[in-house]
């Protein structure tokens, strides 16, 4: 193989979660009972917000977006991952670990730019109120959306290409439930040190160019409110804030801890723990934080449990 940069593995073997029975039996009803919750209740929050005129402002525009990203993210890792739970066979054909790598770390760059927009959209409605219509407009809001997809996918191309130009010869055995890049990384069978490097490029601008963002829109309207300047009419929208950032200090932390951190003297375990949070218990986490903490969510919610007959008018 010495002197060839060529792929000679076929497939990749995921050895998953866990290999004891019992276990496995208790993972498979703990994720599929979380997946399922967290699916339907972001599909009901794209729903409302396209349904309820109450929410057709910004906020509730990039949430929508934000939930449509929860799903489509859920949907491309946990299936995969149940179905190894119930089966002997765990291979997966190396172009679909490659697509599976690629659109996985697209969408979760994409939540990232995204979370920075949501910031953005809070400092606005916080700092700038009397120029909120104006800066977050419809068409501004449709550009900042479209940007963080298109952002998401297109730095990620980097990444992959980056990892899929490096031969792999074997050893296949992922110990993981998905092909994360990280760990797929570690299997080939050369110097990989520039590779990680340029992966590291990429998460630093990935990942903290907008937690920056973020971090400095808090600041701002942090600084607003110590100053007074917060007036009475825009608690409302500050207080709004608390929800984002909860949202955005788990999912920081956890995909931070994974694409960020120093492999040497990390566990495949650990690791798979870490992508099981952000995979699985994030997502049911969003959904909590935006809706038990939401007015306008949980009224929407009634008014639609009201016109479907399953509850009573008050």
Not at 50 to 56: G, I, M, N, V
Not at 137 to 143: E, I, K, L, Y
Not at 249 to 264: A, C, D, E, L, Q
Request: glycine share 6%; aromatic share 10%.
């Amino acid at each position: 193989m010495r002197g060839e940069n060529r792929t000679s593995v076929s497939e990749f073997i995921l050895v998953g979660l866990s290999s004891q029975p019992r276990m496995q039996r208790l993972l498979f009803a703990a994720i599929l009972a979380t997946y399922l919750a967290t699916l339907a209740g972001n599909l009901l929050i794209v729903g409302l917000v396209r349904a309820d005129s109450c929410l057709h402002t910004p906020m509730y525009f990039f949430l929508s977006h934000l939930s449509f990203l929860e799903i489509c993210y859920t949907s491309w890792t946990v299936p995969q991952a149940l179905a190894h739970l119930l089966t002997h066979t765990k291979s997966i054909p190396f172009a679909h670990c490659a697509a599976q790598m690629y659109l996985a770390l697209s969408l979760g760059s994409s939540e990232a730019i995204l979370l920075a927009a949501m910031a953005y959209d809070r400092f606005v409605a916080v700092c700038r109120p009397l120029r909120y219509t104006a800066l977050m407009g419809r068409s501004r809001c449709w550009a900042l959306a479209l940007s963080s997809w298109a952002s998401g996918f297109l730095l990620s191309v980097v990444n992959v290409a980056c990892v899929l130009r490096l031969p792999f010869c074997g050893p296949n055995r992922v110990n993981h439930f998905f092909c994360e890049l990280p760990v797929v990384l570690e299997l080939a069978c050369t110097d990989r040190r520039l590779t990680e490097a340029v992966v590291f490029g990429a998460a630093v601008l990935i990942l903290l160019l907008p937690l920056a963002v973020i971090l400095a829109s808090y600041g701002l309207i942090l600084a607003s409110v110590l100053q007074g300047q917060v007036a009475a009419g825009r608690h409302k929208a500050f207080s709004t804030c608390a929800s984002h950032l909860a949202v955005v200090t788990i999912f920081y932390g956890t995909v931070i801890s994974m694409y960020m951190r120093p492999r040497s003297g990390t566990t495949p375990d650990w690791d798979k723990h870490i992508a099981v949070f952000y995979n699985v218990v994030t997502p049911a986490l969003n959904l909590l934080i935006y809706t038990l903490r939401n007015k306008e969510v949980k009224g929407a919610m009634a008014k639609l449990m009201y016109r479907a007959g399953w509850a009573k008018k008050s």
